[in-house]
Structure formats: C-alpha cells, structure tokens
C-alpha cells in the first residue's frame, strides 16, 4: 500500500463513507494511475482531462461506473492532496433514463424452479418476496426475523441505515417446506453461526446458471 493510499482511505474513513465506497474510490485512483504507469500525484489536469474522455469515449463506461471513476478521483484530487482543479466542475456522467426489466410472477416462479440448490431458492424468494437489496439479503440473520409480526429486519441497508420490511407469510412456508434444516424460522440458507452463508459472485452466479437453464426449456424457445 502506498503512501498516498493509506492517506486516501484515512480521509475515506474520517468521511464516513462504507467499506464498499471506500474499496470503490481507491481503485478509481489506482485504475487512473494503472492507465499513465505513474502515480496520480505526478498526474497533471490535462491528462485527467483525456483520461476522463478516454473512459467515456474509448471504454464505454456505464453511467453508475463513470459516477464512481469521477467521485473517487475528484475525492483524492481535492480531498487528499488538496488540488481543486476547474476539470471537476465540467465532467458529469451522461444522463440515464432506463426502465427496469420486471419479471411476471410466473416468469419468477419458473426462474426459483430452475435453481438446483433449496438453498439459493429460500434465499432469492426471500429477497425478491420481500424487496431486498442483494447485499441486503445475504447479511440475514436468523435474528432478523420477526415471524410472530411477520416483519423482517433488514440491517446496514444503503446508507447505513436500518427498517423493517413486510414477511409475507407465503416466503415463511416456502422457506420452511423447501430449507433442508425445517423451521418455524426458515431462513435455511442463515447457518447456525450467525455469518452469512453467501457473497454476492456465488448467489449472481447461480442466478444466471438458473437463467441459461430457464431460456432452454421448450416453451420459451418457442417464445
């Protein structure tokens, strides 16, 4: 770890900003720096200004991973070493306006069939059942969840920040009947531990399995 690094993530920490944001900014700075084979602080405004149309230009980057490449590079420039350079006031990701893909419920249904591990179902009918955030899902707790009121307890969600959220009483049965360990509780893919039982590249990873799975059944290649 560099000096400058360490300095980085020290003024990240005093910020206040998550683990994740600060793991996000450094390696904004160290892709900037990877890019000139120098470090950012021999870099001057000029070449974060083609850098910035390179990743725009030549890379494509999306809209979510320009945001962060500007912020994480803006955060080092200005916040630790202390250089407010006039480029920061000009560069913007460019405007998004997407509309998400919404699976049917049968569509769903089918998808939860398609995965072969009981635990991968109760985990995704749980985040879907109950509108959770991926990172969300896979840091439940047993604890977490309030049967008796039919409430769950999502905890350090976006933000920091922590609520309640509905358990529709379908997700309670369907984990109960489908988890290998049965009970009133449910949530089978939670070990006994309290850790989480899965990150985010194995759960994604089944997903898609489940996906490649579902696109070759005969009905919906006849679709």
């Excluded at 059942?129 to 991926?134: A, I, W």
């Amino acid at each position: 770890m560099t000096e400058l690094q360490k300095r980085m993530i020290e003024c990240l920490q005093l910020r206040g900003l998550s683990e994740r944001t600060q793991e996000a900014y450094v390696r904004a700075v160290r892709q900037l720096a990877e890019h000139y084979h120098k470090s950012p602080t021999l870099i001057s405004e000029e070449e974060l200004r083609q850098y910035f149309l390179f990743i725009k230009n030549v890379k494509h980057y999306s809209r979510n991973t320009m945001t962060i490449a500007i912020c994480g590079i803006r955060f080092c420039y200005e916040q630790t070493l202390n250089r407010h350079w006039s480029i920061f006031g000009i560069v913007r990701p460019a405007p998004e306006k997407k509309l998400p893909v919404i699976l049917s419920r049968a569509e769903v249904r089918q998808l939860l069939a398609c995965l072969r591990l009981p635990r991968y179902q109760v985990c995704l009918a749980t985040i879907y059942s109950c509108g959770l955030r991926l990172q969300e899902g896979i840091n439940l707790r047993v604890a977490d969840i309030d049967s008796a009121r039919r409430m769950l307890h999502v905890r350090h969600g976006k933000g920091a920040r922590d609520r309640y959220v509905p358990l529709p009483e379908r997700t309670l049965q369907f984990c109960a009947t489908t988890g290998r360990r049965i009970t009133i509780l449910c949530c089978s893919f939670l070990p006994r531990g309290g850790r989480t039982a899965h990150s985010k590249p194995p759960v994604r990873r089944c997903t898609k399995a489940a996906s490649r799975r579902l696109s070759t059944l005969p009905s919906n290649r006849a679709a």
